[in-house]
């Protein structure tokens, strides 16, 4: 099993900048996948953005040039930077990974407001 603890999200005005980030504990020497989904009030959870354990990453189409997600093995912790936000990138930001081994896990979400 693997534990996740989010941290930095909070309010900011659009045109600014949050870096979310992560950490990892447990059974983390089976961690394969870690990345970033996204749940806005009404709608359902969308992946944001993933980083797989060599270093290949995805982004959602409305993120892409903005975001850059990136991970720190030695520290297992994944980070997510978020530059020129919008009002339609406020969520409740959830971290997860995907394991070899231990199954799947999420974090507990922190949220992410972006004022007009």
């Known amino acids: 099993q693997v534990q996740l603890v989010e941290s930095g999200g909070g309010l900011v005005q659009a045109g600014g900048s949050l870096r979310l980030s992560c950490a990892a504990s447990g059974s983390i020497f089976s961690i394969n996948v870690m990345g970033w989904y996204r749940q806005a009030p009404g709608k359902q959870r969308d992946l944001v953005a993933r980083i797989f354990k060599t270093g290949t990453t995805t982004y959602a189409d409305s993120v892409k040039g903005r975001f850059t997600i990136s991970r720190d093995n030695a520290k297992s912790t994944v980070y997510l930077q978020m530059n020129s936000l919008k009002p339609e990138d406020t969520a409740i930001y959830y971290c997860?990974?995907?394991?070899?081994?231990?199954?799947?896990?999420w974090g507990q979400g922190t949220q992410v407001t972006v004022s007009s």
């Open positions: 997860f990974v995907l394991t070899f081994t231990a199954g799947n896990s």
